[in-house]
């Protein structure tokens, strides 16, 4: 972390136990710790439970002896965020809003608020790190480039030291003059010493259950959002010869690789299960197989054009990295081959347009792009 001579840090409180340790390990630290509840936008279909978080993240900045403040980013989660979301499935594609949620909320809208407030730093409790200066060098695999220091960025995102929790993954839009400003206190931790920590500390979120599903909303079921804001219809399942064996309930509701949520009507006691290997939203048709091999460019990809890309470390045309198409996928290597083009060395399955693309090189994470279309 950055040398703290009493510097001012904002830390986004959310209720739960990671944010409470940051908060917690910094005021440790020296800094002037103020928790910050990041209020966002929330279906009114859903049942409400933004205040029972902030209920806790005011108990936790109440423990700790911190100010607490609230911040209301409600209109910008519900543009950049969910709109997007929505958009995005209407496309036939499927967004990642967590990567959104991180861009234009916590390190857009909270940094750019807490900035102007007078803090020096915001912190969260994502289980990722940040170099600076000469020790990015040392971070990195790098074999075919001799690298120019003064090229180097100031600040650089690594790889949380968990490797089952580090999620860099969601957080490849930050630049290097945004994590200039950024502080993550438990990436250098596995998950379990954070919970022995908080449980040191006396935290009331010491054994809270983590929060899993949508950035900030939780465990909601995307079909049942989706049918909220999309007008859906049944539609016909094909197998890939484009023969009919069954029904669904909307083709956008679905992702390449799904096995439920649609019904297989012609089918033998010997088929494997269907998983989706292509959708038709024009058509509002889903084509399924019982396959692994060879049924679809989706499922056997190798090159992938991005867009939207940001690169805190750009990759050099020709440079051989690892990269990931999902999150905990194990890194995967390949080749930068162009502005906008990667190639994976092995085929990847599953791809679903509209999910990031994430490079590294050695611990470090270069960034990455939206994966736009296949370049067969």
């Known amino acids: 972390m950055h040398e703290v001579n009493k510097k001012s840090v904002y830390v986004g409180i959310s209720g739960g136990v990671d944010s409470s340790v940051s908060a917690y390990l910094l005021k440790e630290a020296g800094y002037e710790v103020t928790g910050v509840f990041i209020r966002v936008w929330y279906p009114d279909f859903l049942e409400c439970s933004w205040q029972d978080e902030r209920r806790d993240a005011m108990r936790v900045c109440a423990e700790l002896g911190i100010p607490f403040k609230e911040l209301d980013l409600e209109e910008t989660y519900k543009r950049k965020v969910a709109d997007y979301m929505i958009s995005e499935y209407k496309e036939g594609r499927t967004p990642n809003p967590d990567v959104m949620c991180n861009k234009y909320v916590k390190f857009g809208g909270f940094l750019d608020w807490a900035i102007s407030e007078g803090a020096d730093f915001v912190a969260t409790g994502h289980y990722a790190r940040i170099l600076s200066g000469d020790k990015i060098l040392e971070a990195r695999n790098t074999k075919h480039e001799i690298l120019n220091k003064s090229k180097l960025p100031k600040f650089q995102l690594l790889k949380g030291l968990d490797d089952n929790k580090d999620q860099t993954y969601f957080l490849w839009t930050l630049t290097s003059e945004q ?96 998983f989706v290997i292509a959708k038709d939203i024009d058509a509002n048709t889903i084509t399924v197989s019982d396959k692994r091999e060879g049924i679809s460019p989706l499922f056997n990809a190798r090159r992938i054009l991005l867009e939207n890309m940001v690169w805190s470390t750009p990759p050099i045309e020709g440079g051989v990295y690892t990269g990931r198409i999902r999150y905990r996928q194990e890194l995967q290597e390949c080749t930068f081959e162009s502005s906008s083009l990667v190639t994976f060395n092995t085929p990847q399955k599953a791809v679903a347009l509209g999910q990031s693309v994430v490079l590294y090189d050695g611990e470090v994470c270069m960034g990455g792009g939206i994966m736009k279309e296949l370049i067969v």
């Open 179 to 274: 994590l200039s400003k950024v502080l993550f206190p438990i990436g250098h931790l596995q998950k379990s010493e954070v919970r022995a920590l908080a449980k040191k500390a006396g935290l009331l979120t010491a054994e809270k259950k983590d929060s899993q599903g949508i950035c900030f909303l939780g465990e909601v079921s995307m079909k049942d959002f989706l049918r909220k804001y999309v007008s859906t219809e049944v539609g016909e399942v094909l197998n890939e010869n484009g023969e009919v064996i069954g029904w669904h309930e909307g083709a956008l509701l679905y992702t390449i690789g799904e096995r439920r949520g649609f019904t297989i009507t012609k089918k033998t006691p010997e088929d494997k299960p269907y």
